[in-house]
């Protein structure tokens, strides 16, 4: 007679707990991300994206990229004046997640009244103060010298100080200065934050604009939700710095101090703002470079770097603003 031995199981248990320890550590590790070096300069993607694609590309480098090759993907429809000049914010969603704003950007809807401080603290506020000032601002999606909302929690999000300056900035300072010199035209406008998953940090915001008529303001980009030297977890928005940002924040302080820089105000808020009058500052992301008056002028402190005269700027590689 034939006896079986008992069939054992431990080896294949601990291979099952294996597997699934390796796909938790897995899942956990995208909710966090290093950021290397940014490169504002801007990278092709081809094709159209939903919100789940680009909350799952990965950042590689290059902060701003275009999708499908820099074109707006609007409709028809959406792209009609007849109405004249709206803006539509998207309900927050069960996460009080700010979901999209829209819309037709004129003249007319550009605030003349003074901005009043930011008290709304959007999902994912987990703000501290790095070396180099506060990791996070309070970002408009649809920026404030474009419409004048300003405390809407369907407007805000946190975002990172090179998220929403230079990077969604620059872009909002093209349209604004389009509708300046255009009073009667308008611009088709979209601003989606995305998040992946539940969430709280959006991985980042896609920006599309088409001007009415023309292409004097045509652009289709997705900016990813980073800052350089900083491990963000985007479940929370809590953070953790890295070496290299320290050392890099310490450099800078020795810098700005032998070479008696204008002073900065900056509140718990994260809204950070250069300028003394008669200073001229540039943008060390951008490499333009502001005089008292023009539109860019007041910046985070983080970006700027002062020169006492243009010549001066210019000899370091700086261009004049155009606006």
């Known amino acids: 007679m034939m006896i079986r031995k008992p069939h054992r199981q431990w080896p294949l248990l601990a291979v099952v707990a294996t597997l699934l320890s390796l796909t938790f550590n897995a899942t956990a590790s995208t909710n966090t991300q290093a950021a290397p070096a940014s490169n504002s300069s801007t990278e092709q993607i081809s094709g159209k994206k939903t919100n789940k694609q680009l909350a799952n590309l990965d950042y590689a480098g290059t902060q701003t990229i275009d999708i499908n090759s820099g074109h707006p993907t609007f409709s028809k429809k959406t792209m009609r004046t007849s109405k004249g000049a709206w803006q539509k914010y998207g309900q927050l969603d069960n996460l009080n997640r700010p979901t999209a704003a ?160 204008p002073q900065t105000t900056e509140s718990a808020s994260g809204d950070v703002t250069t300028g003394n009058q008669g200073e001229i500052i540039g943008n060390r992301n951008s490499h333009i470079y502001h005089v008292p008056g023009q539109s860019g002028y007041h910046m985070n402190s983080a ?18 603003s155009l606006r």
Do not use: C
């Open 102 to 261: 829209n819309a037709m950007l004129q003249k007319s809807l550009m605030p003349t009244a003074k901005r009043e401080p930011l008290t709304v603290n959007p999902t994912g506020w987990r703000n501290k103060k790095i070396k180099s000032g506060y990791l996070y601002n309070r970002s408009h999606l649809i920026g404030y010298q474009l419409t004048g909302q300003n405390n809407n929690p369907k407007n805000l999000i946190t975002g990172t100080r090179s998220l929403n300056s230079p990077e969604m900035l620059r872009f909002e300072d093209d349209i604004a200065y389009y509708l300046k010199s255009n009073p009667s035209g308008y611009i088709r406008y979209r601003v989606t934050p995305i998040f992946k998953g539940n969430e709280l940090l959006a991985r980042g915001v896609h920006m599309q604009a088409q001007s009415i008529g023309s292409n004097a303001v045509s652009f289709n980009v997705y900016i990813f939700n980073i800052e350089d030297g900083v491990t963000l977890d985007y479940n929370d928005g809590t953070s953790q710095i890295g070496a290299s940002e320290v050392a890099a924040s310490s450099s800078r302080s020795s810098s700005t101090a032998t070479t008696s820089a």
């Open 303 to 320: 970006n700027a770097i002062y020169f006492s005269t243009e010549a001066e700027a210019q000899a370091a590689g700086y261009r004049k």
